[in-house]
């Protein structure tokens, strides 16, 4: 089993351009997340899908959309990229939301110039 | 978790001897947590969790402790080796919370040799 696989694992973009984070967890788990995570903060949520055909706000959504498009991958799109977005951004899943672990992803980086 | 900005708090230990890293969380109505290890460029990585019903619980050479009525918990490594070198963060959460975690900044472990 790969867990949760994402990519790509670094990007550059410029303002304003756009680009699609992929993800996919083979796990089977119904619940699916992305977190951004910046120097010295905690990882905060940006969107999440608690099941297939669902997805819903985290804390820091604005910027962002999200597509859970099967049970299996849950992608992050940018629309038209900020230099606020420069950040590392993780994939992670879990058998259900609530008290269950999340399995992350190795992670994006991003910089957007 | 406390939010300290762009510097990581630090813990050195020498090969060997055990660490303890602390937690303090911020909801009382939490009732799961989990710590993770972070190795840099990688995702967390699960190591262990504890249920609001439990003070203290064993993994292989890993310890967590409860402290509910002070909002403390405390990660301990026993003959930490240089392996252990990462960063450890402590994520809570509830059943009321429905998909939320709530993740701390982390402290970095350094084992010296």
């Known amino acids: 089993n790969a867990g949760v696989t994402q990519t790509p694992k670094f990007q550059v973009l410029k303002t304003g351009q756009s680009m699609t984070l992929q993800c996919a967890q083979d796990m089977n788990h119904n619940s699916m997340y992305w977190y951004r995570q910046d120097p010295g903060m905690g990882l905060r949520l940006i969107y999440y899908?608690?099941?297939?055909?669902?997805?819903d706000k985290g804390e820091v959504p604005n910027g962002y959309n999200v597509s859970r498009l099967n049970k299996r991958e849950f992608s992050l799109r940018l629309e038209s990229a900020a230099p606020s977005q420069t950040s590392v951004y993780f994939c992670?899943?879990?058998?259900?939301?609530?008290?269950?672990?999340?399995?992350f992803g190795p992670g994006t980086r991003l910089t957007v110039t | 978790g406390e939010n300290v900005g762009l510097h990581l708090p630090t813990l050195s230990v020498q090969e060997g001897d055990n660490s303890i890293i602390n937690c303090a969380y911020s909801n009382s109505a939490s009732d799961y947590f989990i710590w993770y290890k972070q190795e840099s460029g990688k995702g967390p990585q699960f190591i262990i969790d504890?249920?609001?019903?439990?003070d203290k619980r064993q993994g292989q050479r890993v310890t967590v402790l409860l402290n509910k009525t002070v909002k403390h918990l405390s990660l301990q490594i026993a003959a930490t080796q240089p392996g252990d070198s990462a960063v450890y963060f402590c994520?809570?959460?509830?059943?009321?919370?429905?998909?939320?975690?709530?993740f701390g900044p982390g402290t970095r472990l350094s084992v010296l040799p």
């Open positions: 992670a899943s879990s058998r259900k939301t609530g008290v269950y672990e999340q399995y």
């Open positions: 994520a809570e959460t509830s059943d009321n919370y429905g998909q939320n975690f709530v």
């Open positions: 899908s608690a099941s297939e055909g669902t997805t």
């Open positions: 504890i249920r609001s019903n439990m």
